[in-house]
């Protein structure tokens, strides 16, 4: 049972851009932080790693030099998350998978060992359940979507990503707690510090 990634970072990372970097380079361990992820993600029990870009899709492609992973640019970025989310489903690696998980790229707290806690759980429901990581009762990212939800994902729109898909589905969800890891993203520069990362100019 395969379960291919989506790491997503297509966005146009607008709280950071006005001071002048994206949030997505700014470095946590030396790294930029789209490549720590996306380490971080194929460095896991995932079958494949596939990358959406967008915004500043030629600068963060070069942040991946050299890293095994897939990317595909969504040239409609700017219409919300759900065109990323379906740009990542519709590659051949997650076609093939049993199930996609979606993670965002802007959670530097998440860690291989969460992934692959994630994708265990996601085995032993045997690949028809949504495995969500929460923070207590909080639901938060990553998400894995078993197979039979891959063509309603395909039709989503807006900025409102696959939640309510989720809890529409009628599928059982599972929730992994990750603690603060499953909710704590970078979207401002206040944010990238208090996390330990350091901004980087364009």
Do not use: W
Not at 8 to 20: D, M, V
Not at 44 to 67: F, I, P, R, T
Not at 100 to 124: C, N, W, Y
Not at 179 to 202: C, S, Y
């Amino acid at each position: 049972m395969s379960v291919t990634i989506i790491l997503l970072a297509a966005g146009t990372s607008s709280r950071t851009a006005s001071q002048g970097f994206h949030k997505l380079l700014a470095e946590f361990e030396g790294l930029p932080l789209l490549r720590k992820m996306a380490r971080v993600a194929k460095s896991s029990k995932a079958s494949a790693v596939v990358v959406v870009l967008g915004h500043q899709h030629e600068a963060l492609a070069a942040a991946l030099n050299d890293l095994d992973v897939t990317v595909t640019i969504n040239e409609n970025y700017a219409s919300g998350m759900a065109s990323s989310i379906a740009q990542g489903f519709a590659t051949d690696q997650a076609k093939n998978a049993d199930g996609v998980m979606v993670m965002l790229a802007d959670m530097p707290e998440i860690s291989t060992s969460h992934l692959d806690r994630m994708i265990d759980v996601f085995h032993e429901a045997g690949g028809n359940s949504v495995v969500r990581a929460v923070c207590g009762e909080k639901p938060g990212n990553p998400v894995i979507m078993p197979r039979s939800l891959y063509g309603s994902v395909l039709h989503l729109t807006g900025d409102s990503g696959a939640r309510r898909l989720i809890e529409t589905s009628g599928l059982p969800i599972i929730g992994v707690e990750l603690g603060l890891a499953a909710r704590n993203d970078v979207d401002t520069p206040e944010a990238i510090a208090a996390a330990g990362g350091m901004p980087a100019k364009f």
